[in-house]
C-alpha cells in the first residue's frame, strides 16, 4: 500500500541557550599578568630608591659582618681636572723633618718634588684640613669631588665607615692598621678589609702599576700630584706644568713600582719643617668645600 503526504517526524533538534562566560577576575591568566605586572612595578620602584639611595644619599656605615661586597657601577658625571698652570715652590736645599722628608730631583728634565711618608700615622680625612693643628706635618688632597653635587667620587672608606660608593676609576689607595697598599682593579679585596679593620680606602686615576705606566683620559699640562710606591717607601710625588702622560712615564723613570694620582692643579695642601714651620702649596681658599678629601700625615 502506497502511502503518499506523509510526513515523518524524524528529525531532533537540539535548544542550546547562550554560554554565560565567566567575570574577566575569574580567568587564571587575568591574576597570572596581574602578577607579572606587579613584580615588574616592584622591580622598577626598587631600582629608582636604590639609584637614589647611593647616588644622593650614600650610607654612613656598612654592616661589618658583609662578606662578599662587590663595588657597583655607577655612571657619575665627577669634577674634571683642572688645568690651571701653578708655579712650582723651589728649595735652595731639602728640607728635612722625623717624620716627613722633602727632597727635589730631576728627572728627565722635570723637577719632581717628593715627600717620604711615615707608614705608621698616616689616614685620609673629609672636609677642610685644620691648618693649626701642629700635629699635622703633611695634607694632600685624595680623592675628587663631583661637580653636579659635591659628592666625593668613588669608593670613600673613612676609619671602617663607607660614605661613598662606586667604581669610577681603578686604581686605589687602602690604609689598613698602618700599613699603605696601592694598586689598581675594579674590586680588591683590600676594601673589605678597610671595612672591618676601620681602615681607609679611596679610588683615583691609575698611572702606574707595576713598573708600567698607564694612560689616562684627562689631557693638558698641570701642577700633578702622585701617591707612589718605590722600594717599599710610600711617597707623594709634585711636578709643575706636565702632562698625564710625561708625569706617568717620569714616575717610571724614577723607579716608581705603582702610583695613582692625587688631586693637582691649585688643589691645596701644606707640610711642616724640622721647625715646626707650615709651607703651603695651592690655593688656600681651596680648603673650604664640605666634601674635601685628603692624605694626612702626623
Known sequence: ?????????????????????????????????????????????????????????????????????????????????????????????????????????????????????????????????????PSIVLAVRAADIRADNGGIVGTFIDNGKLLSQGVSKKGYCAIIEGKVYIGATENTPYMEEALNHNGYFFRQYPLVVDGMAIDNKPKGRSVRRA????????????????????????LVEYGVENAIYLVGSDSYGFFRNVNNVRYDFGNPDRNKETNLTYIICR
Not at 613584580?39 to 637614589?52: I, K, W
Not at 707612589?228 to 710625561?246: A, Q, T, Y
Request: glycine share 4%; charged share 30%; with cysteine.
Open 1 to 133: 500500500m502506497k502511502k503518499d503526504n506523509v510526513e515523518l517526524d524524524n528529525e531532533f533538534y537540539f535548544l542550546q541557550g547562550t554560554k554565560k562566560k565567566k567575570t574577566f577576575y575569574k580567568r587564571p591568566l587575568f591574576w597570572i599578568v596581574l602578577i607579572l605586572v606587579l613584580l615588574c612595578l616592584v622591580v622598577v620602584v626598587f631600582r629608582a630608591y636604590q639609584n637614589h639611595r647611593w647616588k644622593n644619599h650614600p650610607p654612613e656605615t656598612i654592616c661589618k659582618k658583609y662578606k662578599e661586597y662587590v663595588e657597583p657601577d655607577y655612571d657619575i658625571d665627577y669634577a674634571e681636572e683642572e688645568c690651571a698652570v701653578v708655579e712650582e715652590s723651589a728649595f735652595d736645599e731639602p728640607i728635612y723633618r722625623s717624620e716627613v722628608l722633602v727632597n727635589m730631583t730631576k728627572v728627565n728634565g722635570f723637577s719632581l718634588r717628593i715627600f717620604t711618608l711615615p707608614e705608621e700615622d698616616v689616614s685620609l680625612q673629609v672636609g677642610p684640613v685644620d691648618v693649626d693643628d
Open 227 to 250: 701617591l707612589c710606591e718605590k722600594g717599599g717607601e710610600i711617597l707623594v710625588v709634585e711636578c709643575s706644568n706636565i702632562s698625564f702622560h710625561d708625569f706617568a712615564q717620569t
